[in-house]
């Protein structure tokens, strides 16, 4: 695929087909809105153990390249996944954890230099029924779903406080959130990461997400001449599914690919796209 279809897929038809699987392919996975539904908190999200065994049996058959890439901790989606600990990248990037177990970030724990807008954060969600704040230790949150009136209000006082934390933090809009993180983290460039080390090295990667902050992740597989899926119809990628049903019927596939030998398993990109 022409990398200059990677730029404006909004104006873009969507495949809305699933790419058959591939053993060469390695597996970068947002977790809420494309594995699992959006819940209206994000503590009422609950992974069943039929998800995790299909994840884990999809991991085997990659030869162990699969990573979850979420705006949620490692350690919070180590206790979604248990027993299973993946490879992961949490809080947008900020955090990483290798196929190996060597951890990137997450020993960081929570950032004092966010202590400066935690109080004022906690205080317009206090005044604004309905909002959450979340505090992940490297990023912290206003969530809105439960009061959407205040969108509005919620973008003005993440961004202010993000100001006051100078350059070296930004706000990241995601599906009823705002959330202040520091920068040059993102999906893709832990995906990136994820490429330069085993088993992820060399093979064609492929992102699934469903939102915002997945766009950056997707943007890389197209780059790195791989597949990227949105699911919905917040963003776009080189296909779409409908849900995380579908993700999940489609991951069921990858699992059940035959033993036979690799060889050049190269998927073809989706046909031509025209402009609507």
């Known amino acids: 695929m022409a990398l200059g279809m990677a730029i404006g897929y909004g104006l873009l038809e969507m495949r809305n087909a699933a790419p058959a699987p591939s053993r060469e392919w390695c597996l970068f996975l947002d977790v809420d809105g494309t594995l699992v539904e959006i819940a209206e908190t994000p503590s009422a999200v609950v992974v069943d153990p039929s998800l995790t065994t299909l994840i884990t ?12 890439v979420s705006g949620r901790s490692i350690a919070t989606l180590d206790e979604l996944f248990a027993p299973f600990k993946l490879p992961a ?5 900020a955090e990483r954890r290798a196929a190996s177990g060597r951890l990137y970030g997450a020993n960081a724990g929570r950032d ?3 202590d400066g807008v935690r109080a004022p954060l906690r205080a317009f969600v206090d005044s604004h029924p ?20 205040f969108e509005g209000s919620a973008r003005c006082a993440v961004a202010a406080a993000a100001a006051a934390l100078g350059a070296r933090y930004e706000v990241q809009a995601g599906d009823r959130v705002f959330e202040i993180k520091p920068k040059g983290f993102t999906k ?28 950056p992740g997707l943007r890389f597989a197209e ?54």
């Open 57 to 68: 049996a999809v991991a085997q058959r990659l030869n162990g390249a699969v990573a979850l």
């Open 89 to 93: 990248a949490g809080q947008h990037g």
């Open 112 to 114: 004092p230099d966010l």
């Open 130 to 149: 309905g909002t959450l704040f979340e505090d992940k230790g490297r990023t912290i949150a206003v969530h809105f779903r439960l009061a959407p009136h």
């Open 188 to 215: 893709a460039s832990a995906a990136e990461a994820f490429m330069t080390e085993a088993p992820f090295a060399g093979r064609t990667p492929v992102f699934v997400g469903d939102d915002l902050t997945d766009e």
């Open 223 to 276: 780059q790195a001449v791989g597949i990227s899926i949105a699911v919905g119809d917040r963003i776009g990628g080189q296909w779409r599914f409908e849900n995380p049903r579908e993700v999940r019927r489609w991951l069921v596939s990858i699992a059940a690919m035959d033993e036979a030998p690799r060889g050049d398993t190269r998927v073809a990109p989706p046909p031509s796209q025209s402009r609507n």
